[in-house]
């Protein structure tokens, strides 16, 4: 399973974080492996924005041209409610990618950076599943299991994965880019706390007819967010939050195949649902919608790690944080946290700098998240902000497709300053 050099860092899960951390590591010189435990990378459109910072870490990585080359550009962020257009926030002239931020598939960011992992020479050993970590002061001890196909069932053959072979073995670094159910956490025992309250929302991906230009459109109706997407290739996603709706956390489980396999027991999600949002909730959204190729209902938790990790394991990515969709924060900001750590951890494998470098990784995350899950603490109307800005200031807050001072910069548009 593991080649014959011993890595000295292991990555575990290939979604964006993992796989950005694993090309970020390998292109310091550090000899790195990346497992997961599914058999290919994600399916569909997911978290499909890219914020300027991850344009920026592109950019870095010599890939904002591929990048860009299949991006959908906004130029604009309108907001409405049901009555039509209420505030906008526009692309700067000075911006440096000509778009407040990139619409791409998630599914097409992940296989762009499995390519550009392949092409330095790492190869995602899929079907890999981190079963046991013991982490020590300076090294950990991890358990992998290679996960097999095998057709079990006598009257009715079905196929299942079972563990074909288990390996152990003593690792420098690990980072855990396993997502919101991580693994890694868990054997770290570190608690991961709701920090706000979970949201439901109807993903319809559509075909349309409509114009949409280089605009995202947010729709605050009825006390609800909605988001219209515009895509490549004459497509867009709606989605509406749903009220009084549960869903299981499986609804959060990434699927691996493209094809819809039908749209469970969620009548939410029926055309004539679609046709119904739509009426209440933006009556000015006066486009036929042609074929429904993707829905979904999706149970969006707000939670955050105790902490980052300790010693030799550390998490980056939604095994750290998870939160609302809107602003596509957990997956941006993840990229950020994968470029950062392997920055720290090349520094401590190749120069020898302290470990206690990482500890300071885990003051920035804890201080940031805080801050972007509780962003409505820490802006404020100024005396800019129309009356419409300030009733709906914290719902637009967590709609903003930026972090930091990105963040603050798009808020500032609308008068809404940091305190
Ligand atoms: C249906 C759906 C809709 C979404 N919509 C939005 C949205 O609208 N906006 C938004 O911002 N975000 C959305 N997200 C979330 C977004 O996809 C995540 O924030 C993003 O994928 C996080 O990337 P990651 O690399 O941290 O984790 P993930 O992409 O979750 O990758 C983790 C990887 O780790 C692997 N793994 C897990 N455990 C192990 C183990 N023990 N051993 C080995 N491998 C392991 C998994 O197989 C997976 O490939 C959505 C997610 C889903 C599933």
Redesign the pocket.
């Known amino acids: 399973m593991f080649g014959k050099r011993r890595p000295e860092a292991l990555v575990?899960?290939?979604?964006?974080?993992?796989l950005f951390a694993a090309i970020q590591l390998a292109k310091q010189g550090i000899r790195v492996e990346i497992?997961?435990?599914?058999w290919r990378t994600?399916a569909?459109s997911?978290?499909?924005a890219l914020h300027p910072s991850s344009l920026r870490l592109f950019e870095e990585l010599g890939l904002l041209g591929q990048v860009l080359d299949h991006a959908h550009l906004l130029k604009t962020i309108g907001f409405y409610d049901a009555g039509g257009r209420r505030a906008e926030i526009r692309t700067p002239d000075d911006n440096a990618f000509g778009g407040l931020a990139a619409v791409l598939r998630?599914e097409t960011l992940e296989a762009m950076l499995e390519d550009a992992l392949k092409a330095i020479g790492v190869h995602v050993l899929w079907n890999?599943?981190?079963?046991d970590l013991e982490s020590y002061s300076d090294g950990n001890r991890v358990t992998v299991d290679h996960l097999v196909k095998e057709t079990v069932g006598y009257a009715v053959a079905h196929t299942e994965w079972t563990v074909g072979k288990t390996v152990r073995l003593d690792v420098p670094l690990v980072i855990g880019?396993?997502?919101?159910?991580?693994?890694v956490r868990r054997r770290l025992g570190v608690d991961f706390e709701p920090a706000g309250q979970t949201r439901h929302s109807a993903?319809f991906e559509c075909k349309t007819n409509a114009d949409l230009g280089n605009e995202m459109k947010v729709v605050f109706a009825d006390g609800t967010t909605n988001v219209l997407w515009p895509m490549q290739d004459g497509r867009c996603r709606w989605?509406f939050q749903l009220l009084d709706h549960a869903a299981p956390e499986q609804?959060?489980?990434?699927d691996r195949l493209s094809e819809q396999l039908g749209t469970g027991e969620y009548p939410v999600l029926s055309e004539e649902s679609l046709r119904h949002f739509l009426k209440e909730r933006a009556p000015w959204f006066d486009a036929s919608i042609e074929t429904i190729l993707w829905r979904?209902v999706?149970r969006f938790e707000r939670r955050m790690a105790g902490c980052f990790g300790r010693d030799r394991v550390w998490l980056?990515?939604?095994?750290g944080h998870v939160t609302g969709?809107v602003g596509?924060?957990?997956?941006n900001v993840?990229l950020r946290e994968a470029g950062e750590l392997a920055g720290i951890v090349a520094a401590i494998l190749k120069q020898g700098e302290s470990p206690t470098r990482l500890e300071e990784y885990n003051r920035g995350r804890l201080q940031e998240w805080n801050c972007l899950l509780n962003l409505q603490d820490t802006f404020r109307p100024g005396d800019t902000a129309s009356p419409w800005v300030r009733q709906f200031a914290d719902q637009i807050l967590s709609c903003l497709p930026a972090s930091g001072t990105d963040l603050a910069a798009l808020a500032g548009q609308l008068g809404l300053r940091p305190e």
Do not use: C, F
């Open positions: 575990v899960g290939a979604g964006p974080v993992g497992i997961d435990k599914d994600g569909h997911y978290a499909l998630q890999n599943e981190l079963s880019a396993d997502g919101h159910r991580s693994t993903v989605s609804t959060r489980t990434k979904i999706v980056a990515g939604d095994a969709p596509m924060q957990s997956m993840g």
